[in-house]
């Protein structure tokens, strides 16, 4: 069994900005040399997640308009209260989503759906330097 640790980095826009990195993630298990296994991605920090979708604009925008329906913006948040930094509502939004994803590896391979791509999601209030850790697992 061997384990291989690489990096995503990412330049985001912060306000529910969604990053399609299937393809960064694709070469990262492809230049692992693994062929069976997982490959589980880890956002450092409290106001990013992870998840998959079907990235097209339509859902991409429907998605936006849902976290902002089930945390809005414009509500106070006792973090921001203690804090004062006014980005209360990306940390309960990146709570609710999350911080890792495993995908397994077959032939090499993502085993990701036809319609199915990989995306952080940065919810904070501003522009960030992100890294994701990816740890590709297997043989």
């Not at 069994?1 to 990195?21: E, F, H, N, P, Q």
């Not at 998840?51 to 339509?58: A, F, H, I, R």
């Not at 999601?121 to 990816?134: E, K, L, Q, S, Y």
């Amino acid at each position: 069994m061997a384990v291989k640790t690489s990096y995503i980095s990412l330049k985001t826009r912060g306000y529910c900005d969604i990053v399609d990195i299937t393809s960064q993630l694709g070469d990262v298990v492809a230049s692992s040399g693994i062929t069976y296994g997982i490959v589980t991605l880890f956002v450092p920090g409290s106001t990013g997640g992870i998840t998959t979708v079907e990235y097209e604009s339509g859902l991409l925008s429907d998605l936006k308009s849902a976290f902002e329906r089930l945390f809005p913006q414009g509500i106070e948040y006792a973090h921001d209260a203690r804090w004062h930094d006014g980005n209360g509502f990306s940390h309960v939004r990146a709570s609710f989503l999350k911080a890792s994803l495993t995908i397994p590896i077959v032939d090499g391979e993502l085993t990701l759906g036809t319609w199915q791509q990989v995306v952080f999601i940065d919810f904070d209030n501003r522009r960030r330097n992100r890294r994701i850790v990816v740890q590709v697992m297997g043989e």
